[in-house]
């Protein structure tokens, strides 16, 4: 068979990873052959692809971003659609699609194989908020470098006596600041899915102070305060009309500190949390799913997703995979709240 594997949505330390497996294992078994789509839909709506020979993927599983490049098209978009792409597919002599993407792409995927092209897809998300997978590859690499980033906070914190907030990635869960706040003690830990007053806030940071400490905030960058009204994490729109994540520490710096009287300072880590190389965890992750979806392509498995359920990677169909949000439980929240003290 020939298989086309394709990078869409924003890119997550792993994607490399996927693409070696997924080559290795389709060479080892059966002798597939692969190309890649350049630039995720993009590529399959206009024929833009490349050979992915052996050669191509050796040593990429540690090398951050991904080698097809990536892009937010939409296939249903102007000059795609489910019959351009079955040309386009035939023309090429593509027998199938891997698709390794977030909720936007795997809904794609799901609209194009209802209109019967052969697609299996691989979750792809930093902010893990895919239900239908225990972890997606990346959230680790992303936890881990929020981690180091508070870590290194904290220091230069507690130097100057101040409070110091680390925005972190998540739109619409918090689950890089609940693993990064718990894993470097944060004494707060701010999430989408829980309202929380600035005052609440402000009283956390004066226990910490009271107890000798520099107060150390982790935020996900779609929290919204008790009562505020705007939704604060836009900074605007970009030049193609796409949101702007971030900025809700810096709008709580300043109300916090007419709050406390604590000097407060804020880092956006924004897109350090997505470059560069994935950790151990994610390799191996990362590349079991795109094995899997091997496996899926071989086994016709079309419309569905590899996921990981447990320890074992399984399959699970897109309508299962789809419009579920994975969001922080109450009680993992109220355990890391223990030790904000
Ligand atoms: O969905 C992952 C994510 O990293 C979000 O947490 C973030 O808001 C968004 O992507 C930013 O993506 P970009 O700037 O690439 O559009």
Known sequence: MKIGILTSGGDCPGLNAVIRGAVLKGIAIQGHEFVGFRDGWRGVVESDVIDIPRSMVRGIAKQGGTILGTSRTNPFGDGGGPDVIKANLERLGIDAIIAIGGEGTLAAAKRLTDAGLNIVGVPKTVDNDLDATDYSFGFDTAVHIATEAMDRLRTTGESH???????????????????????????????????????????WMLAAHARGRAPLLAVAEGFVPEHMETPHSQRGLDTFGRPRMGGIADQLAPQLEAITGLETRTAILGHIQRGGVPTAFDRVLATRLGMAAIHSVVEHRWGTMVALKGTEIRSVSFDEALGKLKTVPQDRYDEAAVLFG
């Open 161 to 203: 006596h101040r409070c110091m907030i680390a925005e972190v990635m998540g739109r619409h869960v918090g689950w890089i600041a609940l693993h990064a706040g718990m894993a470097a003690g944060a004494h707060a830990i701010l999430i989408p899915e829980q309202k929380v007053s600035v005052e609440r806030i402000g009283q």
